[in-house]
């Protein structure tokens, strides 16, 4: 069978049982990537085995990662820490900065946890914030999920730009220091959209169906100092990337030797999963301090943590084994043919088109089957087939990473989690919230894409390869 068809057959597999037949996405991401295997060359007696192969070695590659994020963001939220960083935040910019505060507390606390965890933990203070300053609610909450949803996307340890950048070969400080580069003029142009667009709806704050009256924030002398509650935030970040700028400055040719000790030291102390281990430790040192719970509730704790980044580190391991499955069924090469101009003309031209096919056939999932996520995985393992074959495309591939990311956001409506959660936590109905949210991420994608570009013709090698 053609490469092109068995990428085709592949995707339609994936989105037909994720969303027609509701099959978890593991069970679908591993199901289709043996019926890949089972269509691309190879001896018949490793066609399933490889499979298997290739799902340990994206284990091992990001599940020590995911797992100590899920920890960190546990720990953060029933410590305090991250309400701490949240009115941090508001002090700084002042209450009447409100919605600027809660978007970049969006922005900084989706780095290490997950969106929607992000959300339930910032919804009370925007309710709180609109019953004290009576701004407008639905510019609050916009301006909030829009931070949060930018580096959810963009910036590792979250498990989609963690995948892309292992499956591209993307160093993992470039991604973040990229990510966040990028993330940070596209938050600021989306603020001002929000700002513009949020007086046309007359949307009120209205009660929670079902919940419980809204319960006081906790006093600021309950809660864990600033410095020590955004560690866990800070470290993996300084400590990852960190690494990269020493390890640049150790591979230069006049690098002296002490410099290059220095570097052979970054590379362990910045190693990803001892950065996020440390910062691991250190969430439960403060949630430990703060709380005082007995053995068996952090035992408790950890647990809980663990199991809800098993899941996901199980879909990330499938993907990265379909990923596999595509280059053994030479996807790049064919999807390469396709793209390439029929003049002679490469370089920048060719990459451009890569890029865009990211971002495109990133929002095509996503819009199919809902999970930024499983968007995100699925693209990078179809454009890693690609970029492996491909010599020079004009630019770094952390931009193609990018625009993938972007395009994983795009088309956030019904069957995403994250548009239920701001539907019901936010109060909105169905109807309001495609109305909103989705115009507004959706928005944000293709800012952000357009972000994107223009630091492709600014600065297309931030560092070599």
């Known amino acids: 069978m053609h490469p092109l068809w068995i990428l085709v057959l592949g995707i339609v597999i994936v989105i037909g049982m994720i969303l027609f037949l509701r099959v978890n996405a593991f069970i679908a991401m591993i199901t289709t990537a043996m019926i890949v295997s089972l269509l691309a060359p190879g001896e018949w007696s490793q066609k399933i085995s490889r499979v298997a192969t290739e799902f340990g070695s994206t284990a091992g590659k990001i599940g020590v990662v995911i797992a100590m994020a899920a920890i960190i963001g546990d720990c953060m939220t029933r410590s305090g820490a991250a309400d701490r960083v949240v009115r941090a935040f508001m002090r700084m910019l002042g209450i009447k900065r409100g919605p600027v505060a809660l978007m970049s507390s969006g922005f900084v606390l989706s780095i290490p946890v997950f969106f929607d965890t992000v959300f339930y933990l910032l919804i009370p203070l925007a309710r709180s914030m609109h019953r004290q300053t009576k701004q407008r609610y639905l510019f609050i909450i916009l301006a909030m999920g829009a931070g949060a949803s930018i580096t959810h996307s963009l910036v590792p340890p979250t498990p989609g730009p963690l995948f892309i950048a292992e499956k591209m070969g993307i160093d993992m400080g470039l991604m973040i220091l990229m990510g966040l580069a990028i993330s940070i003029p596209t938050a600021i142009i989306m603020y001002y959209f929000v700002k513009l667009y949020s007086p046309r709806f007359d949307i009120p704050m209205r009660p929670l169906e079902g919940s419980a009256p809204e319960p006081e924030p906790l006093a600021d002398s309950q809660l864990p100092g600033l410095f020590i509650s955004a560690l866990p935030i800070l470290l993996p970040v300084f400590l990852i990337s960190g690494q990269t700028i020493v390890a640049g400055l150790g591979a230069k040719a006049d690098a002296t030797e002490g410099m290059k000790t220095l570097a052979s ?201």
């Open 265 to 465: 030291i970054a590379a362990l102390v910045g190693e990803k999963n001892l950065a996020m281990l440390v910062s691991a430790a250190v969430a439960i040192g403060v949630y430990w301090k703060q709380r005082r719970p007995s053995l068996d509730q952090m035992s408790s704790m950890v647990e809980t943590s663990l199991m809800s980044a098993g899941i996901i580190i199980l879909i990330t391991s499938a993907g990265g084994a379909f990923g596999a499955m595509l280059q053994a069924a030479n996807v790049g090469p064919a999807v390469q043919q396709l793209f390439s101009g029929s003049n002679s003309q490469t370089g920048t031209i060719n990459g451009m088109s890569i890029l865009l096919m990211g971002f495109l056939v990133a929002f095509l999932l996503k819009f199919a089957q809902g999970s930024s996520t499983v968007s995100m995985m699925t693209t990078a393992a179809m454009l890693a087939a690609l970029l492996k074959d491909t010599g020079s495309i004009g630019f770094h591939p952390v931009y193609v990473a990018m625009a993938v990311g972007f395009g994983a956001q795009c088309g956030n409506w019904m069957n995403d989690s994250g548009f239920w959660v701001f539907a019901k936590m936010g109060g909105l109905t169905a109807t309001e919230t495609l109305k909103t949210w989705t115009v507004t991420v959706s928005l944000l994608a293709v800012v952000g894409l357009l972000v994107t570009i223009a630091f492709v013709c600014l600065l297309p090698w931030p560092v070599r390869m």
